[in-house]
T-cell receptor, first 114, second 109 residues
Framework: DTAVSQTPKYLVTQMGNDKSIKCEQN?????MYWYKQDSKKFLKIMFS???????INETVPNRFSPKSPDKAHLNLHINSLELGDSAVYFC?????????????FGEGSWLTVV | GQNIDQPTEMTATEGAIVQINCTYQ??????LFWYQQHAGEAPTFLSY????GLEEKGRFSSFLSRSKGYSYLLLKELQMKDSASYLC??????????FGAGTRLTVKP
């Protein structure tokens, strides 16, 4: 039933580890996103994909690598985790990025790096 | 660059009306959105404006002036459950939706 689902919801891990967050949408949307929300609640775009193709790649460290095996999935892999990576990561999707097409968010993945 | 500015915090009384302002300077414009986010939850869509003017949706209304780079969200008959963060977002085109830092609204009895 869930439109945009991401796993895991909570993740606590040590510095230096590599972790992945998975995301799937069953809305038939062409575009998927990863957003990062830090402790100040600022929601910042990291990546967007349209039909498996990378469209936006903001200035995030190259330790972050998105992978889109098909247009319904966009996974986020993070290498060599650092304390500053602690945040909530939201996956989202939308139809064609024309006007009026709102973004639907997943429930978020709370990442804590210790 | 791009800037989307909104007040950090606001407080209002149950039953009252509150207006949350948003000003923006972005490289492109393909519509302005307002989202509501309760603590610990994902943002959810509230309203959308692409043409100048007021869009009304029950207790919530949103206004846009493209020439001024300005929008507001108006919440009427405030309820305790309206306590949340309200995020202004601009669709810049090209799969690019940019968010402001959000306004945390506290509704008091």
């Amino acid at each position: 039933d869930t439109a945009v689902s991401q796993t895991p919801k909570y993740l606590v891990t040590q510095m230096g580890n590599d972790k992945s967050i998975k995301c799937e949408q069953n809305l038939g949307h062409d575009t998927m996103y990863w957003y990062k929300q830090d402790s100040k609640k600022f929601l910042k775009i990291m990546f967007s994909y349209n039909n498996k193709e990378l469209i936006i790649n903001e200035t995030v460290p190259n330790r972050f690598s998105p992978k889109s095996p098909d247009k319904a999935h966009l996974n986020l892999h993070i290498n060599s985790l650092e304390l500053g990576d602690s945040a909530v990561y939201f996956c989202a999707s939308s139809r064609d990025p024309g006007s009026g097409n709102t973004i639907y968010f997943g429930e978020g993945s709370w990442l804590t790096v210790v | 660059g791009q800037n989307i500015d909104q007040p950090t915090e606001m407080t209002a009384t149950e039953g009252a009306i509150v207006q949350i302002n948003c000003t923006y300077q972005t490289s492109g414009f393909n519509g302005l959105f307002w989202y509501q986010q309760h603590a610990g939850e994902a943002p959810t869509f509230l309203s959308y404006n692409v043409l100048d003017g007021l869009e009304e949706k029950g207790r919530f209304s949103s206004f846009l002036s493209r020439s001024k780079g300005y929008s507001y969200l108006l919440l009427k008959e405030l309820q305790m459950k309206d306590s949340a963060s309200y995020l202004c977002a601009v669709n810049e085109g090209n799969n690019d939706m940019r968010f402001g830092a959000g306004t945390r609204l506290t509704v008091k009895p």
